[in-house]
């Protein structure tokens, strides 16, 4: 968001209200809803997007935690999850699918940006790494659980973080004075330190919102 204060130079004040928007064409709704049905999702059914993928070693929490998470909220939210990532990363989507007990919805690799923004706005939320998805799921109003682990300013939740209200941004300060990235020498206690508990709070919370 402190990106925006660039707008300075030129006078203009940024509204404290900022919310960004991507249209989603239908062609991309009615493909997302012909391959929820292909999986026995029905359009009743309450669906929450998990995005377990980022770019960085330092920016993604545990597979086996997304696993807990997911299960949970299947057998006692009775929600249907459906995990997403891009085609470079589907390594970790299959890695949630495996550590699960419940079954899943794994279009991770199979879905374009366009068909993402229609999956996304059809979801109750997103649970994600601060990754791309998570400003796609806020710009066609889907409430973002988002997981941060590195703690620099530039790195930080007051950059990255998803605009607009309703997300909840989870962020554990361990003391760091410098940020280490990918070089962590404490083993990214940073990421470590978040419990599937909290997690599983966080998105109850905005289920019930």
């Known amino acids: 968001v402190y990106t925006l204060e660039l707008l300075l130079v030129f006078g203009v004040t940024p509204d404290g209200h900022l919310q960004p928007h991507i249209?989603?064409?239908?062609?991309?709704?009615?493909?997302?809803?012909?391959?929820?049905?292909?999986?026995?999702?029905?359009?009743?059914e309450r669906l929450i997007a998990l995005h377990p993928s980022a770019s960085c070693v330092s920016k993604r929490w545990m597979p086996e935690r997304f696993a807990e998470v997911a299960d949970r909220l299947i057998t006692e939210r009775r929600v249907r999850i459906c995990l997403v990532a891009g085609e470079d990363d589907v390594l970790y989507a299959d890695q949630v699918a495996r550590a699960m007990r419940q079954p899943v919805v794994n279009l991770a690799g199979?879905?374009?940006v366009g068909e993402l923004a229609a999956l996304l706005r059809r979801s109750q939320c997103l649970v994600s790494n601060d990754s791309g998805p998570v400003h796609v799921a806020a710009a066609v109003g889907t409430p973002v659980i988002d997981i941060f682990g590195r703690n620099q300013r530039g790195?930080?939740?007051?950059?990255?973080?998803?605009?607009?209200?309703g997300h909840v941004m989870l962020h554990k300060e361990v003391g760091c004075v410098t940020c280490l990235a990918h070089n962590c020498d404490i083993e990214f206690l940073c990421l470590t330190?978040?419990?599937?508990?909290?997690?599983?709070?966080?998105?109850v919370r905005v289920l019930e919102r």
């Open 193 to 203: 330190s978040l419990s599937v508990e909290e997690v599983y709070r966080a998105t």
């Open 155 to 165: 790195l930080s939740p007051l950059r990255w973080g998803p605009l607009g209200d």
């Open 110 to 112: 199979k879905l374009t």
């Open 23 to 44: 249209p989603v064409h239908p062609d991309a709704v009615h493909r997302v809803e012909r391959v929820l049905a292909e999986h026995a999702v029905q359009p009743t």
